[in-house]
C-alpha cells in the first residue's frame, strides 16, 4: 500500500502537459488490503479504482485497467508497476517523444533502480545511489531464448542518451496508443506473470510498429518488490514456465529444440519450482498454474 501511495503521488505531482489530460486507474487485484476509494485527489485528472475479483496477475491486472480506460476514450494508456516513482518532467518527455515520432509505436522510459534497491548496493557510491540503470532498453539472445536489460547496473552517465528503437519494452511502464492495441489486443494472460511484456513488443514489431526508448523520460524502480524478490519460488515457476511459452511462439526451430533438451535437464537437476514450471508448460497448464497464489 506504502509504494502505491508514493507512486500515485509522484505520477499526480508531474508537470503538467497543456491539453493533456492524465486519468489514473489503479488496479486492485483483490489485494488483502483493498486500496481505499474517494482517498487520492490528482491535479491532472480523475483517479478510478478498477477492483477486480481475483487476482488476474499482472497481464490480467493490467488488461482490467486499460479495458477501463479504452472505455472512457483514452488515446495513449501506461501501464506502470505500483513499485515506481516518476520524475516531475516524464510526462512532458513523453509527449514530446510521442509528437516527434512520426510511425506509431510503444514507449519505453528510461528506469532507474531506486536507491536501496540495487542488486548490488554495496557497489556503488552513495553519489551515485538513484543513478544506476535497471533498464535502458532491451536486448533478446535468441539463441538462449534470454532477454535483457541494456545498461542494467551500469552508473548513468548519459551512455543510452540516444533516442532510439530498441527490442522490447519493459512491462515495469510502457506507454500504449489506443490505436495499436485496437490492432494487436492487450497483453496475453496466459503468462500471468513474466514475459508478457516481451510477448506484447514482439506482437507490436510483427504487426510492423517500433518500440521507442525514451531517455528523456525517467522513473525509478523499488526491484522485485511484488514478486517476492530476486530468486524467489514465484520468479523461478514463472519466468521458467514463460520462457518456454515465449520461446516456442517466437524463437527459431534450433533454439526451440534446445528448450526441449534444457527442460529434460531441469526435471532431472532443477530446483522444485523450476520443475513444476516445465511440467506445467508441457501440460498447458498456464495463466496461474499450479502456484500457491491468492485468489
Known amino acids: 500500500m506504502d509504494s502505491t501511495k508514493a507512486c500515485i503521488h509522484s505520477l499526480c505531482g508531474m508537470t503538467a502537459v497543456k491539453n493533456v489530460e492524465v486519468d489514473v486507474f489503479i488496479v486492485d487485484n483483490k489485494s488483502p488490503e483493498p486500496f481505499p476509494e474517494g482517498k487520492v485527489r490528482c491535479d491532472l485528472g480523475e483517479v478510478y479504482v478498477v477492483r477486480n475479483k481475483g487476482n488476474f496477475g499482472y497481464s490480467g491486472g493490467m488488461n482490467s485497467g486499460m479495458t477501463q480506460a479504452l472505455a472512457r476514450d483514452a488515446d495513449y494508456i501506461a501501464v506502470v508497476n505500483n513499485d515506481t516513482v516518476f520524475d516531475k518532467k516524464f510526462l512532458h518527455a ?13 514507449f519505453v522510459p528510461k528506469i532507474y533502480f531506486y536507491p536501496g534497491t540495487e542488486y548490488h548496493h554495496d557497489r556503488y557510491k552513495e553519489k551515485e545511489w538513484g543513478k544506476v540503470l535497471w533498464y535502458a532498453g ?22 543510452y542518451d540516444g533516442e532510439d528503437k530498441t527490442l522490447f519494452a519493459t512491462g515495469c511502464c510502457i506507454i500504449l496508443p489506443k490505436v495499436i492495441l485496437e490492432e494487436i489486443g492487450m497483453f496475453d494472460d496466459r503468462y500471468y506473470l513474466y514475459f508478457e511484456d516481451i510477448d506484447l513488443s514482439m506482437r507490436v514489431k510483427n504487426a510492423g510498429f517500433f518500440v521507442y526508448f525514451v531517455p528523456k523520460a525517467v522513473l525509478w524502480h523499488k526491484n522485485a518488490q511484488s514478486a517476492g524478490g530476486p530468486g524467489s519460488n514465484l520468479q523461478e515457476y514463472f519466468i521458467t514456465r514463460n520462457r518456454l511459452l515465449f520461446g516456442f511462439t517466437y524463437a527459431p526451430i534450433r533454439s526451440r529444440l534446445a528448450l526441449i533438451r534444457e527442460s ?12 513444476k514450471g516445465v511440467i506445467d ?10 502456484f500457491p497464489l491468492m485468489s
Open 264 to 275: 529434460i535437464s531441469v526435471l532431472l537437476h532443477g530446483r522444485k519450482w523450476q520443475k
Open 94 to 106: 513523453v509527449v514530446e517523444a510521442i509528437r516527434i515520432e512520426k510511425k506509431p509505436g510503444i
Open 281 to 290: 508448460f508441457y501440460l498447458s497448464r498456464l495463466n496461474k498454474g499450479t
Open 138 to 159: 532491451g536486448n533478446i539472445d535468441w539463441k538462449n531464448v534470454l532477454a535483457s536489460h541494456r545498461g542494467v547496473d551500469e552508473v548513468d552517465a548519459g551512455q
